[in-house]
């Protein structure tokens, strides 16, 4: 089985930058694509990015300019930089892990953007 544990989230204030990691373990040699979503309770998730094995990223398209995933394959951990952060984006944060068919979901840190 694979595990998933992020961190970094936290209270920022709006126009803040944050940095979230989720690391991986167990069942990593069979892990290929990895990625960042979010959802605020009540509403549904949202993709943010997914970044392949390979390093090749993609982001959805009304995200693109402000967030940056990366990857060190060595420690099996995915980042993501969140620049200029709004009020809105308050949410919790998930970093889902594809092994084979199957995808495994992370609890998530809370991100609160507020002054």
């Known amino acids: 089985q694979l595990q998933l544990l992020e961190s970094g989230g936290g209270l920022v204030q709006p126009g803040g930058s944050l940095r979230l990691s989720c690391a991986a373990s167990?069942?990593?040699?069979?892990?290929?694509?990895m990625g960042w979503s979010r959802q605020v309770p009540g509403r549904e998730r949202e993709s943010i990015a997914a970044?392949?094995?390979?390093?090749?990223?993609t982001y959805a398209d009304s995200l693109k300019g402000r967030f940056t995933i990366s990857r060190d394959n060595a420690k099996n951990t995915v980042y993501l930089q969140i620049n200029n952060l709004k009020p809105d984006e308050t949410s919790v944060y998930s970093c889902?892990?594809?092994?084979?068919?199957?995808?495994?979901w992370g609890q998530g840190p809370q991100v609160t953007v507020s002054s």
């Open positions: 889902p892990a594809l092994v084979g068919l199957s995808m495994t």
């Open positions: 167990g069942s990593v040699v069979s892990m290929s694509g």
């Open positions: 970044i392949t094995k390979g390093g090749t990223a």
